[in-house]
């Protein structure tokens, strides 16, 4: 895995308090809403909790989609100036950790890569 660091160029607050976990295999309903961010669609789990999800993550049959991949919707509050360190680029944002440990989704467009 290809480490790859950033500074934040704009601060990002997530919206969301907390994020939902998805695991391989696990089967849940899915629609396509309007959004800045091509690549991600909104997914619902038979418990009814709720993120955005990547497209790529999932196996689509239907109106329902299977996750590929573990995934973790939390995203990551960052700071102006801010060196965070990202595991992987997805759709427009990254996966990275901060100088504190916390790790979650950042949007690309706030980032710059050292």
């Known amino acids: 895995m290809s480490m790859k660091k950033y500074r934040v ?7 969301y308090e907390q994020g ?4 391989i295999g696990q089967r849940l309903r899915f629609e396509r809403r309007e959004s800045e961010w091509p690549g991600w669609i909104w997914c619902t ?10 497209e790529n993550w999932v196996r689509i049959n239907g109106d329902r989609c299977v996750v590929t991949r573990e995934y973790s919707s939390q995203e990551l509050s960052v700071e102006l100036g801010e060196e965070i360190v990202a595991m992987l680029e997805e759709s427009g944002w990254v996966l990275a950790t901060n100088q504190a440990g916390k790790s979650g989704w950042v949007p690309l467009s706030h980032l710059q890569a050292l």
């Open 9 to 15: 160029t704009r601060a990002y607050q997530s919206p």
């Open 20 to 23: 939902v976990m998805f695991r």
């Open 45 to 54: 789990s038979t418990s009814g909790e709720s993120a955005w999800t990547p």
